[in-house]
C-alpha cells in the first residue's frame, strides 16, 4: 500500500481507531465487523477534498447525486447481516463508493455487488482493485432483479430505500438468511426480512435517511 492508503492526520490509523471506539460506544458490539472497519481505509471512498471529515460520523457526497453512508449505519447494517454468523455468499444492491462492499469482503466469503450508475461503479472497480480486495464480483445493472445465477444468498444489503421489495428478490435468500434495507418514503427505517421454513418475517428498526432506489441503468 502506498502512503495515501495508509494517511496521515485526519486520514491515520489512530483517527480511525478513534471511529471505531466511537461505534463501540454507540453500541456496534460485534467484533468482526468493528475489526473490518478498522482494517479499511474509509478516507481512500470520498474525493480528496473531504478525505479530512472521512472518519467523522456523516454521510458525504460521492459524485452522480450519491453519498457514502456514514461509519454508524455501514456497522449497523453489517451487524445485522451477520447477527455473529459466518456468511458465505452476500448480495449488495447499490454499491455506491464500494466501502460497504470492502467491508462485506472482510466478513463473507465472497461479494456481489450491483450498482445502476455506470461512470460511477467503473471508479469504484478500480478503487477495490487498488486495494486488493479480490473476493468481490461487480456488476452494473439494476440490483431489484437480485442475481439469480449466483445465488442464493446469506444475506442481502441494500443501500438505497424504497417501499417494496419483490418476492422474486427474496427467494434469492436461503432459508434462515436475511435481508436488511431502508424502507419508505419521506420517513424510512432500517427493515429486516429473515426467511424461515414457513415464508418471511419483517422486522422495523430505527429511523434512517438514504437516497432513492431507482429503476434502470445509467450508461455514462
Ligand atoms: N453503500 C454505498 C451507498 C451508496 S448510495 C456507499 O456507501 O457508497 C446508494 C447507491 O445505490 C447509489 O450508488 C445508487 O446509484 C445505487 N442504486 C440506486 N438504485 C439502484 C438500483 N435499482 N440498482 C442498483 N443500484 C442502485
Same mark, same amino acid.
Given at each position: 500500500?502506498?502512503?495515501?492508503?495508509?494517511?496521515?492526520?485526519?486520514?491515520?490509523?489512530?483517527?480511525?481507531?478513534?471511529? #471505531?471506539?466511537? $461505534?463501540? @460506544?454507540?453500541?456496534?458490539?460485534?467484533?468482526?465487523? !468493528?475489526?473490518?472497519?478498522?482494517?479499511?481505509?474509509? &478516507?481512500?471512498?470520498?474525493?480528496?477534498?473531504?478525505?479530512?471529515?472521512?472518519?467523522?460520523?456523516?454521510?458525504?457526497?460521492?459524485?452522480?447525486?450519491?453519498?457514502?453512508?456514514?461509519?454508524?449505519?455501514?456497522?449497523?447494517?453489517?451487524?445485522?447481516?451477520?447477527?455473529?454468523?459466518?456468511?458465505?455468499?452476500?448480495?449488495?444492491?447499490?454499491?455506491?463508493?464500494?466501502?460497504?462492499?470492502?467491508?462485506?469482503?472482510?466478513?463473507?466469503?465472497?461479494?456481489?455487488?450491483?450498482?445502476? #450508475?455506470?461512470? $460511477?461503479? @467503473?471508479?469504484?472497480?478500480?478503487?477495490?482493485?487498488? !486495494?486488493?480486495?479480490?473476493?468481490?464480483?461487480?456488476? &452494473?445493472?439494476?440490483?431489484?432483479?437480485?442475481?439469480?445465477?449466483?445465488?442464493?444468498?446469506?444475506?442481502?444489503?441494500?443501500?438505497?430505500?424504497?417501499?417494496?421489495?419483490?418476492?422474486?428478490?427474496?427467494?434469492?435468500?436461503?432459508?434462515?438468511?436475511?435481508?436488511?434495507?431502508?424502507?419508505?418514503?419521506?420517513?424510512?427505517?432500517?427493515?429486516?426480512?429473515?426467511?424461515?421454513?414457513?415464508?418471511?418475517?419483517?422486522?422495523?428498526?430505527?429511523?434512517?435517511?438514504?437516497?432513492?432506489?431507482?429503476?434502470?441503468?445509467?450508461?455514462?
Amino acid at each position: 500500500m502506498n502512503v495515501s492508503h495508509s494517511g496521515i492526520g485526519m486520514t491515520s490509523q489512530r483517527t480511525r481507531m478513534r471511529m #471505531i471506539e466511537r $461505534l463501540r @460506544t454507540q453500541g456496534i458490539a460485534d467484533e468482526v465487523v !468493528l475489526s473490518a472497519m478498522g482494517a479499511i481505509p474509509r &478516507h481512500i471512498f470520498v474525493e480528496e477534498a473531504l478525505a479530512s471529515r472521512a472518519y467523522e460520523d456523516v454521510a458525504l457526497p460521492i459524485n452522480y447525486g450519491q453519498t457514502i453512508s456514514s461509519p454508524w449505519i455501514v456497522a449497523r447494517m453489517s451487524e445485522l447481516l451477520r447477527v455473529n454468523k459466518n456468511l458465505e455468499k452476500v448480495l449488495e444492491i447499490g454499491t455506491g463508493c464500494g466501502y460497504q462492499t470492502a467491508v462485506l469482503a472482510k466478513i463473507a466469503q465472497k461479494v456481489y455487488s450491483i450498482e445502476r #450508475i455506470g461512470p $460511477l461503479l @467503473t471508479r469504484t472497480r478500480i478503487r477495490l482493485q487498488e !486495494l486488493q480486495i479480490r473476493n468481490i464480483y461487480l456488476k &452494473h445493472a439494476d440490483g431489484l432483479l437480485g442475481l439469480a445465477e449466483a445465488g442464493p444468498f446469506d444475506g442481502i444489503i441494500m443501500t438505497a430505500v424504497t417501499t417494496h421489495v419483490p418476492v422474486s428478490l427474496l427467494e434469492q435468500i436461503i432459508v434462515g438468511g436475511r435481508m436488511i434495507f431502508p424502507k419508505g418514503t419521506q420517513k424510512q427505517n432500517l427493515c429486516v426480512i429473515e426467511r424461515n421454513s414457513q415464508g418471511y418475517n419483517e422486522t422495523v428498526l430505527e429511523e434512517v435517511n438514504f437516497v432513492p432506489l431507482l429503476g434502470g441503468v445509467v450508461k455514462k
